[in-house]
């Protein structure tokens, strides 16, 4: 069955751009699925980051939307997060996922990775 | 400020039956599908719930799920000491263009 794995650095410095890879095994990305990024920071509940489709149509969080850039390499079978100009409040931790489309958008996400845990400091 | 408000906590006892409302608007809830996911804190979340009462293969049928006009909700039947984990909705919101979820319900088995 699908699985995705979150990685990238555990560690950033503030002002700095955060980096995370969602590897996905038992299904191709280019075959279809939304795929998407959520972030938990400690102690508060989920928020969507954003969802790329395999073709790369994106639609990102809109209080995000400024900083955020995801993309997708199908040859590696792999999707990507980038967040510029991180701060302390950006600390989480971030999950990919599947993200199953509803008329043309994300609707919900159908498969989630273990998560990964970023820290912003210095 | 969370645009679909959730109970921060319930309880209920072992076999019993609990019930978790997720409050929106004509927006979101009203006007698009609703799932919800359960979870355990370090775990990857997991889908219960999808186009507003619809179950994953695997997810057992004591969970289940309805909409009414702008809230949703999820009844948990017959409660498992294992279950005691953080609860989620979710939906589109169409004002927003962006995916948004409840602030989380605490789902405590007493």
């Known amino acids: 069955q699908v699985q995705l794995q979150e990685s990238g650095p555990g560690l950033v410095k503030p002002s700095e751009t955060l980096s995370l890879t969602c590897t996905v095994s038992g299904y191709s990305i280019s075959s279809g699925y939304y795929w998407g990024w959520i972030r938990q920071p400690p102690g508060k509940g989920l928020e969507w980051i954003g969802s790329i489709f395999h073709s790369g149509t994106t639609y990102y969080n809109p209080s995000l939307k400024s900083r955020v850039t995801m993309s997708v390499d199908t040859s590696k079978n792999q999707f990507s997060l980038e967040l510029t100009s991180v701060t302390a409040a950006d600390t989480a931790v971030f999950y990919c996922?599947?993200?199953?489309?509803?008329?043309?958008?994300?609707?919900?996400?159908?498969?989630w990775g273990k998560g990964a845990t970023v820290i912003v400091s210095s | 400020q969370t645009v679909l408000t959730q109970p921060p906590s319930v309880s209920a006892a072992p076999g019993q039956k609990v019930t978790i409302s997720c409050f929106g608007s004509?927006?979101?809830?009203?006007?698009?599908?609703v799932s919800w996911y359960q979870h355990f804190p370090g775990t990857a979340p997991k889908l219960l719930i999808y186009d507003n009462d619809k179950r994953p293969s695997g997810i057992p049928d004591r969970f289940s799920g309805s909409k009414s006009g702008t809230s949703a909700t999820l009844v948990i039947t017959g409660l498992q000491t294992g279950e005691e984990a953080d609860y989620y909705c979710g939906t589109w919101d169409s004002s927003l263009s962006a995916l948004v979820f409840g602030g989380g319900t605490k789902l405590t088995v007493l």
């Open positions: 996922a599947r993200v199953v489309g509803w008329q043309h958008l994300p609707d919900y996400m159908a498969v």
């Open positions: 004509s927006s979101n809830i009203g006007n698009n599908y």
